[in-house]
């Protein structure tokens, strides 16, 4: 458990920085002399640098844990939070929010830590709760910077010093978690990763094939779109909605912030309940379950999306924000309950995949709907759940041959099995050494997706489960 | 049952919040001149420099225009060429609505003549192109009339203000942050030996 709350605790400080700079914008904005599209490409920028961090966030996963990439970008991160402090340009912030948003590679780590923690029957919990509690971290900045520079500037400094200096707690966070992990931290159950593998009892693996089985699985793809709809749509959202509201409805910027808050906050209870609901589907309906599950909140979530986009008053605003975050934050502790089960080779490479595509989905949105004066944010935010809806029907296209999909079941030919399925990613040499073990064992434990349905004896062990020698 | 109630209760407040409308900028008389100490293109330093503003009821008007006059409201307002791209600076012409000056300089009750305010530009005043307006309010607080230092389309007699940067107290915090981040940083790696 110590490991699970390190896990999110230091995605959810990564999320604080991240999005520290939305609440603030109209303060800033006035400091450094932004226009709108400076202001909408910074946000972009929050977060397209993970993009690529958090592929790299899974290849280091897979290859020596989820402790110390965790570790060293929080430590990592860290001086370039203090560093706005000296922004005095749009460029530099927009470099500052770039840089700082290489942090959200932390997801990775973190979903990456808890699926390897916890047994799959609960996986969809697990996962949802931890990135829930983590995205978090992009409501509970909305209210925590506008409070802290209240303070600052109650305290003596004028608005324009006294925002750089709210960013300072941020970074210290960073700093403290850093350090909890590397001390406090474990990658397995069993131990370290470092030292299991000196140990010989976890393979060491290479990053070509493990980049190669991600890649030409195609349910990668479909995934790394979905979620696009769902987180992408969120860290959108997280950047433009204090301003909206503060804007729109003429609200002062404290209360804009908490409105803008519930939505981040809402992911303390919504997305383990997307997991949740995906986990109870699933005992009854197996993998199929969780699909239909994804399918159903991601669709409301957009829906919800549109309304808020044409909302006119702000109670009715806020009530469609709050169901609309709600969908998509459901949504993606649903696809968090579906992607441990995609891969276990690639396991880390995938999540950080689908994590990009969730960021990759963000800054386009943010980019094409409220970077330019074409859109109003109001209809921004319209079409933005318009795409969301549409985007979301690929899902129906996810088959597993031993579980099935939305709308067919399982493969009736023989040979589809978890083991095989799972065995598929290792070559026959790969096989001989034994290297596949961590996949099988986990198959076996994956047999919960099939749901109440269980014909397909579990007593038929495929070939050469048995017969592999117990090296040690 | 109760989210029937919530429901009908926000489309009540809806529709109350739709029916307040804000006084029309276009509807305003032009009856003060407003003049500034400013000249054309001038720089101002926010925090340091002054600015003195005069203002009085245009004498050529007919007795009596200024009897519902109360009090006056002296504001900092963006030109043009600083609202443009900046939504939230936008000029609209329900006063409610309107972003065009969200600098408020001094409110004064109302007098025809020999009025004058000298305003030290407040810290937290952004780097822009300014003019200045004043409105003038009746005892309901409702907008009556108004002057400007500049003509109607904005270009005449405008002037820049510079802003405070803002970094310089953030320096000194930072250097004692990094300083713990040093010692931090020597710490994990001692810890590290023993882990490895």
């Not at chain 1, 990053?207 to 990668?220: D, G, H, I, M, P």
């Not at chain 2, 109630?5 to 739709?18: G, W």
């Not at chain 2, 930072?174 to 490895?196: A, N, S």
Request: aromatic content about 12%; some cysteine.
């Amino acid at each position: 458990m110590r490991s699970f709350h390190l896990a999110w605790i230091s995605f959810f400080t990564c999320f604080i920085s991240t999005f520290a700079a939305a609440p603030l914008v109209p303060i800033i904005r006035d400091n450094l002399n932004l226009t709108r599209s400076d202001i909408g490409n910074a946000g972009v920028a929050s977060v397209s640098g993970s993009i690529f961090s958090r592929l790299v966030m899974g290849v280091i996963c897979d290859l020596i844990g989820p402790r110390y990439g965790c570790a060293f970008v929080n430590l990592l991160v860290a001086p370039v939070v203090f560093s706005v402090a000296f922004i005095s340009s749009a460029e530099g912030y927009l470099v500052a929010r770039f840089m700082i948003g290489f942090s959200l590679a932390t997801f990775v780590s973190c979903q990456y830590w808890t699926s390897i923690m916890f047994t799959s029957s609960i996986i969809g919990t697990v996962n949802g709760v931890a990135g829930g509690w983590g995205d978090m971290g992009g409501g509970v900045t909305q209210l925590l910077m506008p409070f802290l520079f209240h303070v600052i500037k109650v305290s003596g400094a004028t608005p324009f010093t006294a925002w750089r200096i709210a960013f300072f707690i941020p970074g210290w966070l960073h700093v403290i978690i850093g350090v909890m992990v590397m001390t406090m931290g474990q990658d397995l159950p069993d131990g370290n990763l470092s030292t299991l593998q000196k140990r010989g009892d976890v393979a060491k693996d290479n990053f070509s094939k493990v980049l190669k089985n991600a890649v030409t699985n195609y349910r990668t793809w479909v995934f790394f779109l979905l979620y696009r709809f769902s987180m992408g749509v969120e860290l959108c959202i997280n950047n433009v909605i204090a301003e909206y509201f503060y804007d729109r409805f003429n609200l002062k910027l404290h209360t804009a912030g908490v409105i803008a808050a519930t939505f981040g906050m809402a992911n303390f209870a919504a997305r383990p309940l997307g997991g949740y609901a995906s986990d109870v589907a699933a005992r009854k309906f197996g993998m199929r379950g969780r699909l239909w599950i994804l399918w159903i909140v991601q669709t409301l979530g957009g829906v919800f999306c549109i309304w808020l986009g044409r909302a006119n008053s702000l109670s009715i605003a806020i009530t469609s924000m709050i169901l609309f975050s709600i969908g998509a934050q459901a949504a993606c502790g649903a696809t968090y309950g579906i992607i441990p089960f995609v891969s276990r080779r690639s396991l880390g490479l995938i999540s950080g995949l689908t994590g990009a595509g969730g960021n990759f989905g963000g800054g386009l949105t943010q980019l094409v709907f409220f970077s330019t004066t074409r859109f109003s944010t109001a209809n921004g935010l319209m079409y933005m759940g318009v795409m969301a809806v549409a985007c979301t029907i690929p899902v129906a296209f996810v088959h597993f041959p031993q579980w099935g999909s939305m709308f067919f079941p399982a493969s009736k030919s023989g040979g589809n099995s978890e083991e095989s399925y799972y065995s598929s990613e290792w070559n026959e040499d790969e096989k001989e050494k034994g290297l596949h073990h961590g996949s099988l064992k986990f198959a076996e434990n994956s047999r919960s997706e099939r749901g109440k349905r269980r014909e397909i004896a579990a007593a038929v062990t495929p070939p050469g489960y048995n017969s592999t020698p117990d090296h040690v | 049952m109760a989210v029937q109630d919530f429901l009908l209760a926000s489309l009540v407040l809806s529709c109350l919040a739709a029916s307040s409308y804000g006084t029309s900028f276009s509807s305003l008389p032009a009856t003060l001149i407003v003049s500034a100490s400013t000249k054309q293109g001038q720089v101002l330093k926010a925090g340091e420099d002054k600015i003195t503003v005069t203002w009085s009821l245009n004498t050529s008007l007919p007795a009596g225009t200024d009897s519902a006059y109360k009090t006056v409201k002296l504001k900092l307002c963006y030109a043009p060429v600083s609202q443009k791209d900046r939504g939230w600076r936008k000029t609209e012409d329900d006063l409610e609505k309107d972003k065009t000056c969200q600098h408020k300089i001094v409110a004064q009750p109302y007098s025809p003549s020999n009025n004058s305010f000298t305003w030290t530009v407040q810290k937290d005043v952004p780097t822009a192109t300014y003019f200045i307006r004043a409105y003038v309010h009746n005892s309901a607080d409702e907008e009556i009339a108004y002057g400007q230092t500049t003509d109607v389309h904005k270009t005449t007699n405008l002037f820049k203000i510079k802003a405070i940067s803002g970094r310089h107290v953030s320096r000194y915090c930072l250097c004692l942050l990094l300083c713990f981040l040093y010692c931090v940083f020597v710490w994990i790696l001692l810890l590290g030996e023993e882990e490895i």
